[in-house]
């Protein structure tokens, strides 16, 4: 992308994706969280909590923020969205809530090509201890291995992903 994409602003959305996140999570879960790289932490708006990449998991990616996620609370499941999903609204959010099995290993949205949007999801305990145990399998293949609920979206357009400029500015005009 060549910018920070959690810095990114939206029409209509009157803050950054950061924040913007972390305001539709704060409707369902009673602390919120940021997972970022240390040299992130400065990024982080007013208000807005780090939970920062352990060093010890080196370059992991997003495996590395939930095992740091996992870390801090083990015993928690956690409602998980990345900021490269602009279109994610308060519906989609209450749909993974709702349809939560916390004896699954997570509840994730499938997108149009049939795969599990393990970044737009909730992660269940199990789920992240799999995920401790097989790091470099990445979470896509840790929630498709065990019992996962897979829900598809009511708005496709929940799961636009934005990765790209043209895909910020396609995500901007739509």
């Given at each position: 992308m060549g910018?920070?994409k959690?810095?990114?602003v939206?029409?209509?959305?009157?803050?950054?994706?950061?924040?913007?996140?972390?305001?539709?999570?704060?409707?369902h879960?009673?602390?919120v969280?940021?997972?970022c790289?240390?040299?992130?932490?400065?990024?982080?708006?007013?208000g807005?909590?780090?939970i920062v990449d352990?060093?010890?998991?080196?370059?992991?990616?997003?495996s590395?923020?939930?095992l740091?996620?996992y870390?801090?609370?083990?015993?928690?499941?956690?409602?998980v969205?990345?900021v490269d999903?602009?279109?994610?609204g308060?519906?989609a959010?209450?749909?993974?809530?709702q349809r939560r099995?916390?004896?699954?290993?997570?509840?994730?949205f499938v997108?149009?090509?049939?795969?599990l949007?393990p970044?737009?999801?909730?992660?269940?305990p199990?789920?992240?201890g799999?995920?401790e145990?097989?790091?470099g399998?990445?979470?896509r293949?840790?929630?498709?291995a065990?019992?996962?609920v897979r829900l598809?979206?009511?708005?496709?357009?929940?799961?636009l992903?934005?990765?790209?400029?043209?895909?910020f500015?396609?995500?901007?005009?739509?």
């Amino acid at each position: 992308m060549g910018v920070d994409k959690g810095a990114l602003v939206y029409p209509g959305s009157g803050a950054d994706q950061r924040t913007q996140c972390a305001g539709l999570l704060a409707a369902h879960c009673a602390e919120v969280f940021v997972s970022c790289r240390a040299e992130q932490v400065r990024l982080l708006g007013p208000g807005l909590r780090p939970i920062v990449d352990h060093p010890a998991l080196g370059d992991l990616g997003p495996s590395a923020g939930l095992l740091s996620a996992y870390r801090h609370a083990p015993g928690a499941g956690w409602l998980v969205l990345a900021v490269d999903f602009p279109c994610a609204g308060p519906e989609a959010l209450a749909a993974l809530v709702q349809r939560r099995d916390p004896a699954a290993l997570g509840t994730a949205f499938v997108n149009d090509a049939g795969l599990l949007e393990p970044l737009f999801s909730v992660w269940e305990p199990a789920g992240l201890g799999a995920l401790e145990r097989f790091p470099g399998g990445g979470p896509r293949r840790v929630l498709e291995a065990g019992p996962c609920v897979r829900l598809r979206p009511a708005d496709a357009r929940w799961l636009l992903n934005v990765n790209t400029p043209e895909q910020f500015s396609a995500a901007r005009g739509s």
